[in-house]
């Protein structure tokens, strides 16, 4: 009874890259949920999708950020064009309701 | 603007004893909480939740008070032990995302 997965566990972009995100809820669960947190700072949500749906994007930053959760596959969450102050943890968590939700172990971001 | 709120950053506890994490919030919408452990590298996991219909919840260890009129809830832990050395988080929500506090760093010593 796999949890939420997401890899790369660690990924080092220079500036101006892009930068790719993946993650795989656990069985059963729809609802799929991105948070970033920067140093010393709680988790900030980002984005919440259903399948092939992006329900709440409030979070995410207008420019370079986008997110998709197709029907086959993990959830993507893309920055393109990544500067210094992408650099952070990145949080996915997946529910089978809106309510509990179950968070992968992170995908830390260095953008040198 | 920050919705909800933790204001003690750290809270050192003997081992045995009962450890009290706080926890504020503004927004009166809010209608489900949650208390998460994080531990280094890792992602928070999920300790216990209560809905805003109820003022207490119980699981083992682990009791979470609820005070809407003071938009208070708690997370008491007894007895403490060693390995609920962490940081927790608490987390609100009334929509679709989860609003975090900035955590408080739990020490249990031994």
């Known amino acids: 009874n796999a949890g939420v997965m997401q890899n790369p566990r660690h990924l080092v972009r220079r500036r101006g890259q892009e930068a790719r995100l993946r993650c795989s809820p656990m069985?059963?669960?729809?609802?799929v949920y991105w948070y970033r947190q920067l140093p010393e700072e709680g988790l900030k949500f980002m984005v919440y999708?259903?399948?092939?749906?992006?329900?709440?994007e409030s979070g995410m930053p207008k420019e370079r950020f986008s997110a998709e959760f197709p029907k086959e596959g993990p959830s993507i969450l893309r920055i393109q064009q990544v500067v210094r102050g992408d650099s952070a943890a990145y949080f996915c968590?997946?529910?089978?309701?809106?309510?509990?939700?179950?968070f992968g172990p992170g995908t830390r971001l260095t953008v040198t | 603007d920050q919705q909800v709120k933790q204001n003690s950053p750290s809270l050192s506890v003997q081992e045995g004893r009962i450890s009290i994490l706080n926890c504020d919030y503004t927004?009166?919408?809010?209608?489900?909480f949650l208390w998460y452990k994080k531990y280094p590298a890792e992602g928070p996991t999920f300790l216990i939740s209560?809905?805003?219909?109820?003022d207490k919840n119980e699981d083992g260890r682990f009791t979470v008070f609820l005070n809407k009129s003071a938009k208070h809830l708690s997370l008491h832990i007894v007895p403490s032990q060693p390995g609920d050395s962490a940081v927790y988080f608490c987390?609100?929500?009334?929509?679709?995302?989860?609003?975090f506090g900035t955590g408080t760093r739990l020490t249990v010593i031994p």
């Open positions: 927004n009166s919408m809010f209608d489900y």
């Open positions: 987390a609100a929500t009334g929509a679709n995302n989860l609003f």
């Open positions: 999708l259903q399948k092939e749906n992006i329900i709440d």
């Open positions: 209560i809905s805003s219909i109820k």
């Open positions: 069985k059963g669960h729809s609802h």
């Open positions: 968590a997946s529910s089978f309701t809106q309510y509990e939700q179950y």
